[in-house]
């Protein structure tokens, strides 16, 4: 009986959370006639005339690419800086450790919205505006603290003994970086730019008000605009949204269990 409890909730658990997909996908398949009609819950016929009306009436291909860029762009510079300051953090035995990483901390639990306003003077002073650099540069920054705290934790494991031994064999402090703390962290570096790629492609906020045009707009932007003055294509909007989630869940499900690594170890361990 625990046992079959146990699976019960586990089937409710799932059930709750994968509602909202299970409609969208039967949202995305219904004809556009039965979008607003209940009962039935089901469609009369399967049609895939939304996921053509995406590519077809809008520049989705376009803003995906630049979504890509944009978080692809912004993993690598998080990734980057993240993992050296992780390794003075964690190696170098420099004074005020806490302290710095504290700070580092402190600087993410900035509410967007109050960081908004004097991140767009800065870009529209620089020229970026309506840019995939100002969103690279943005982005980079925002997921900065959340890379050097998850990074410092898994450079912590890597056994002092390791890094010793590389400067006793010659090497200096940024060769035992690259040589052979990088490889070390591996693990950590995967689950790193796992979250940082996922967060810069589902933010929103900064991408609609850096944007303009479809030339820098990305997906979150891109499906906000499809409402039309006096209708709103929900077949469409359902489309798009799990066109541009699949690539997400995939990542997800394929690392998976680095990504728990990631969260367990940015969590609990200091």
């Not at 996908?25 to 996921?51: K, M, N, W």
């Not at 400067?167 to 690259?178: E, K, N």
């Not at 479809?214 to 077949?235: D, K, N, Q």
Request: aromatic letters at 10%.
């Amino acid at each position: 009986m625990k046992r079959l409890g146990f699976y019960a909730g586990l089937i409710l658990v799932a059930g709750y959370c994968l509602a909202p997909v299970l409609w969208q996908l039967i949202t995305s398949l219904r004809p556009a006639p039965e979008l607003t009609a209940l009962p039935p819950l089901l469609p009369s016929r399967v049609t895939a005339e939304h996921y053509a009306a995406v590519f077809a009436g809008h520049p989705f291909g376009r803003i995906i690419l630049n979504s890509l860029i944009v978080s692809a762009g912004a993993t690598l510079i998080a990734l980057g800086f993240g993992s050296a300051t992780a390794f003075a953090l964690a190696k170098l035995r420099a004074k005020g450790q806490a302290v710095i990483l504290g700070i580092v901390l402190a600087t993410s639990m900035f509410p967007p919205i109050a960081t908004v306003s004097p991140l767009y003077i800065v870009v529209n002073a620089l020229g970026l505006r309506d840019t995939l650099i100002a969103l690279v540069i943005v982005y980079a920054g925002l997921a900065l603290p959340l890379a050097v705290w998850v990074l410092t934790n898994f450079m912590r494991q890597v056994p002092d003994e390791l890094y010793a031994a590389a400067r006793v064999d010659g090497a200096t402090p940024l060769q035992a970086f690259y040589r052979v703390m990088l490889p070390l962290s591996a693990p950590g570096l995967v689950a790193t730019g796992l979250l940082v790629f996922i967060l810069s492609w589902n933010e929103f906020l900064y991408a609609l008000t850096f944007t303009a045009t479809t030339r820098s707009r990305t997906i979150p932007v891109g499906i906000a605009l499809f409402p039309g003055l006096h209708e709103i294509p929900w077949g469409e909007i359902a489309a798009a949204s799990l066109v541009v989630t699949l690539p997400i869940v995939l990542l997800v499900l394929l690392f998976q269990r680095r990504i728990v690594e990631g969260l367990t170890a940015g969590a609990v361990k200091g």
